[in-house]
């Protein structure tokens, strides 16, 4: 019983995990990862999850701005 518990609260967190968005520049082939986490949403629950979100949102955007690509 007290592993069906365990697993369901890993299958809950896992589920709360942000998109990750994986970037990489064209000159150097340097990559990198925006999201992919469920920080916010240990934090916060669905608002830390919006939040966390947002965040990562800023992250891509700012590597899009260096001259990052999105990775399809």
Known sequence: MKLA???LALAAL????TPL??????KTGQA????GTATGAMM???IGY????S???N???AYLELGFQQKP
């Open 5 to 7: 518990a365990i697993l």
């Open 14 to 17: 896992g589920g709360c995990a």
């Open 21 to 26: 968005t994986v970037l990489t520049n064209p």
């Open 32 to 35: 990198v990862q925006c999201g």
């Open 44 to 46: 916060g629950g669905l």
């Open 50 to 53: 919006h939040i966390q979100k």
């Open 55 to 57: 965040n990562d949102r």
């Open 59 to 61: 992250c891509v955007n």
